[in-house]
């Protein structure tokens, strides 16, 4: 990428990022939307919640690669035939002591189908991860429409019925864009926030039981 375009895509991305913060004040300014209070914090509750985000996202991985195995697979299982056949031709080929001009020129030949055909490879893996990506996404949508939601969980029935109709709307929009995003961004994901928060649970249970409070953020 040139200067030129970096710098406008640097400037398109500030652009974009103002204009965000400027309809964020103003729906802010005019909704006058209310603050939800979150439940106290059960270790139980958030465990057992990511855990059954976890075992969803695991459902959803296992479909998906048997959906692109066997729609992308055919191809990928091609092109890997053909770089293992180029490469033993060229180990085969330079092993030949005293080659002659017909053996170099396939040797020649066979390494230029090997760059051109690890190239294929190369763009159509990437394409597949791309395909797999915006597959997990979308199903992840899919699956937060139908019900299974995140942050609905961490805040009290009372604080979330006294919204308004619009804000609750909102609420439910962004609840499922993030349960979304945490299943696309598959189970290992979500298996490390699971981990995170409960080592950083017990890190504050040992401060707390040793009198020093609760842990700094850093």
Request: net charge neutral; glycine share 6%.
């Amino acid at each position: 990428m040139s200067p030129i375009d970096s710098n406008k895509l640097t400037r398109n991305s500030f652009i974009f990022v103002v204009i965000v913060v400027i309809v964020v004040i103003i729906l802010v300014l005019e909704l006058q939307p209310m603050t939800v209070v979150f439940v106290p914090i059960d270790i139980t509750k958030v465990t057992q919640l990511l855990l059954s985000l976890i075992l969803v996202s695991l459902f959803w991985e296992r479909a998906l690669e048997v959906f692109i195995s066997t729609w992308r697979g055919p191809t990928t299982d091609s092109l890997q035939s053909k770089v293992l056949a180029d490469q033993n031709l060229i180990i085969d080929l330079g092993k030949i002591p005293n080659r002659s001009s017909d053996e170099d020129n396939l040797l020649t030949a066979t390494r230029a189908d090997l760059k051109s055909v690890n190239s294929a490879f190369t763009e159509y893996s990437s394409i597949t991860k791309r395909y797999a990506l915006w597959s997990s996404f979308i199903m992840g949508l899919v699956i937060s429409l139908v019900g299974i939601r995140t942050l609905i969980t961490l805040v009290t029935p009372e604080s979330y019925a006294a919204l308004s109709v619009l804000q609750k709307n909102l609420f439910t929009m962004v609840d499922v864009l993030v349960t979304g995003g945490l299943i696309a961004g598959g189970s290992d994901g979500i298996h490390k926030i699971l981990q995170t928060f409960l080592d950083l649970m017990d890190k504050t249970s040992r401060n707390i039981n040793a009198g020093t409070g609760s842990p700094a953020i850093k």
